[in-house]
């Protein structure tokens, strides 16, 4: 592994900050010039905004990709056979019920989230704190409708491209724009190997679906499955510090039948595996049979379920259909015997959905699913971009982040097209930084339009590079900005590229406030003795 290729710099104008030892990002900004005065400026207060990069960004500590990131929870001594869930439901709160709290409220004066709060939304399971006894590098977030919308990213090999230091890099990367977990979806060679390098690198909870290694176990036949094998594959996982499987135990044998007059039949990976499980035995799905000694295994290490969407719909033409319906009522069936094991679980959802359908999911899913939360793949809104799928993806996901879901997992460029590479987890993470915080200023959660007011603000009194710091991706508003304005001066400049020094609205309407405030001064001075007299 390769120390120089891992991303370290902070972004442009920020530094780590740690309140009460929780890590944040703090943009500082430049002053504003007076109106009306000769130079005079007023200073802007930096902004702190949630961050998700870890120690990467923090120079004064040293990273070894060898030894992995420093062990913040292992100072809590998190206990085997003892949740989340199980801490919250007994009225306790957690070390990282506490830590979750200061991140959530973003450095505010105002405590909007308080540790108690969290620990209800845990306790009623509207919420999941995804933190393996075992991933002690994981710095603890929050899933969970009433709290800040969260993205997932989805690295990993695949049997024919990418490398250990590859993806290790995606995931750091992931981190450095904004992912809050990150799914290991290794298919290729050394999925062990992989999967420890990123976990003991990785300050976001990971997310596996380990049906993946097994079916590598048997040589690729998911006829040649058994329980004996994921139950070990499980616990080898657990073992690791996985934070969340994906578990498609809603593929149940009466439903596969529903999907034989789909367009895209099922698309899921794992729910094809199980599909076809099923019907090469004419057997029940093991997974859904042996679901409650998954629950047992999970609660050791206090894993969370992802309750995967084996049967969501891969195209327009499939939504909300009754096989992806069927299987979602199952998930809510799981999801009460998982709670009742005390383990935490969240509902995964589709997937390709119209807009004018996406609030079915979300209603749906609330009431089946007893308001566990919702981590949805978009929705894809339309099927005839591929290339752009990011796209099409984040407008139902913003949609369906307005809605109630609490997790939005990211569609990159690439999407029915190849693995990611470097470049698309940019691209990808930054479209559901959007996504996700579009849908944050919707549902008027407190403090997200801070940052949208200070860029405004940054915009309108032409202060370049605050714009550009302030934004989710600077490389590239400063690289477009610079494409036909490169000179320094351009950054102080009241003008860009489109309206040139003539057209630009925001500088006449600020030559409009500055003879307005001139003419009301003279005509102060004027009337002043009358006025006071």
């Known amino acids: 592994m390769k120390i120089e290729n891992i991303s370290r710099n902070p972004l442009p104008a920020s530094r780590k900050i740690y309140i009460n030892g ?102 009623a399971g509207r919420a999941i704190i995804p933190a393996n006894i075992n991933h002690t590098e994981c710095e603890p977030m929050i899933i969970g409708r009433n709290f800040l919308v969260k993205i997932n990213a989805n690295i990993g090999n695949s049997a024919v491209t990418s490398s250990i230091e590859e993806e290790v890099e995606k995931a750091v990367w992931a981190c450095r724009w904004g992912a809050d ?34 079916l590598e176990k048997v040589n690729g036949k998911a006829e040649d499955l058994t329980w004996e094998i994921y139950r070990d594959t499980i616990i080898e996982q657990a073992e690791q510090g996985v934070d969340y499987f994906t578990i498609h135990a809603g593929v149940l044998l009466r439903y596969i039948p529903l999907t034989a007059n789909r367009m895209t039949g099922i698309v899921s990976r794992g729910g094809s595996i199980m599909a076809k499980w099923c019907l090469a035995h004419h057997q029940e799905n093991f997974l859904y049979t042996h679901f409650e000694e998954i629950c047992e295994i999970m609660k050791i290490y206090d894993v969370s379920f992802s309750l995967g969407d084996g049967l969501r ?47 079915e999911n979300m209603d749906k899913q609330l009431e089946h699913c007893h308001e566990a939360p919702f981590y949805t793949l978009g929705p894809l809104t339309t099927d005839i971009a591929p290339g752009y799928d990011h796209i099409t993806s984040a407008i139902g996901a913003a949609m369906i982040g307005w809605f109630g879901t609490a997790m939005l997992c990211y569609v990159t460029p690439k999407e029915h097209l190849g693995l990611p590479n470097k470049e698309d987890v940019r691209q990808g993470v930054i479209t559901y930084k959007i996504a996700a915080h579009a849908a944050d200023l919707a549902k008027g959660h407190p403090g997200a339009q801070h940052r ?26 400063r690289s477009y900005h610079d494409e036909t304005l490169p000179a320094e001066g351009a950054k102080v400049a009241h003008f860009c590229s489109m309206c040139g020094p003539h057209f630009c609205s925001m500088k006449i309407s600020q030559e409009i406030r500055e003879a307005g405030m001139a003419e009301k001064s003279t005509e102060f001075r004027e009337q002043g003795s009358t006025i006071y007299s």
């Open 22 to 123: 929780v890590a944040m990002r703090e943009i500082t900004l430049t002053p504003t010039r007076l109106y009306g005065s000769k130079g005079e400026t007023t200073p802007n207060e930096p902004l702190i905004v949630y961050d998700t990069s870890g120690p990467y960004t923090d120079p004064a500590i040293e990273i070894d990709v060898r030894k992995g990131l420093p062990k913040l929870r292992a100072a809590w001594a998190p206990q085997k056979n003892a949740t989340q869930l199980h801490y919250a439901r007994k009225g306790i709160i957690t070390p990282e019920m506490e830590y979750i709290a200061i991140r959530e409220n973003q450095g505010a004066a105002q405590q909007h989230i308080t540790p108690e709060f969290i620990r209800q939304e845990v306790a």
């Open 452 to 477: 949208d007011n200070a860029l405004s603000k940054a915009r309108f009194e032409f202060r370049w590079e605050d714009q550009f710091n302030l934004a989710l991706d600077p490389d590239t508003a």
């Open 181 to 214: 977990t990150i799914m290991d979806l290794s298919t290729g060679k050394n999925i062990h190997e992989t999967r420890e390098w990123i976990l003991r690198n990785s300050p976001v909870p990971i997310g596996t679906v380990p049906i993946y290694q097994a």
């Open 313 to 359: 719909p891969g195209s327009i033409a499939d939504a909300n259909d009754a096989a992806q319906f069927a299987e979602l009522e199952t998930l809510g069936e799981l999801t009460k015997i998982a709670w009742k094991h005390d383990v935490q679980v969240m509902i995964e959802g589709p997937g390709h959905v119209p807009m004018h359908l996406i609030k």
